[in-house]
């Protein structure tokens, strides 16, 4: 199984549709679960919290909401992907689709422990998910360039990637992979070097 997480700047961006494309093209006959950032939705979160200075677990919730709104949003591009909220339940709608969504839920993630920060982001949720399900491999993918020779902690110094993924990443025992997304796109059969939890 391969967890790959589709960045939420790409909301803005005309690369969306074909890394999706990318996805469905190459990892025909793999099982694949979509993890979609929050992107514009949880820009204004932030915003939101920054103007009311409500709590971060309000913020929290509201963020994957913004995750949860991209979801619908790659469904509607995509009309043959499912979306998955429940993480027991993705490996049954896996057995029948290709390409599942996950739209994680808050409750779930209350009861796994996972904290209420902004140091945790779709990208250490995608983390999570590919270690709850005991993943083989999870990509990231990003608007940013990419430097492939960094490790995973100089990308979390760099903000490539949130400040608690290396965190989620190390306990692992899958391949991790930051890419960016025309990269992703021209070169997603080829192995990719470095940034390898590291």
């Known amino acids: 199984m391969v967890i790959i997480k589709i960045g939420g700047s790409l909301s803005r961006s005309d690369v969306l549709v074909d890394c999706l494309n990318a996805v469905e093209k190459n990892y025909q006959g793999r099982a694949v679960v979509i993890v979609p950032g929050g992107g514009a939705f949880a820009d204004q979160v ?9 709590d971060d677990y309000t913020a929290h919730r509201m963020a994957l909401l913004a995750m949860q709104q991209t979801a619908l949003m790659l469904k509607g591009l995509k009309a043959d992907w499912v979306i998955v909220d429940k993480v027991a339940a993705i490996h049954t ?3 029948r689709h290709n390409i599942v969504i996950w739209s994680p839920d808050g409750a779930e993630l209350d009861d796994a422990g996972i904290a209420a920060s902004w140091d945790i982001s779709s990208d250490s949720l995608a983390a999570w998910l590919a270690y709850t399900l005991s993943a083989n ?17 100089q990308l979390a110094e760099q903000q490539i990637v949130d400040n608690a993924f290396c965190g989620f990443a190390a306990k692992t025992a899958f391949t991790t992979q930051v890419i960016n997304a025309q990269y992703f796109v021209l070169n997603t059969t080829r192995p990719i070097k470095g940034n390898e939890n590291g």
């Open 46 to 54: 932030r915003l939101a919290q920054q103007h009311w200075q409500f």
């Open 93 to 95: 709608q896996l057995n």
């Open 137 to 153: 491999e999870l990509i990231l993918v990003k608007s940013a360039v990419i430097d492939e020779s960094l490790s995973l902690h």
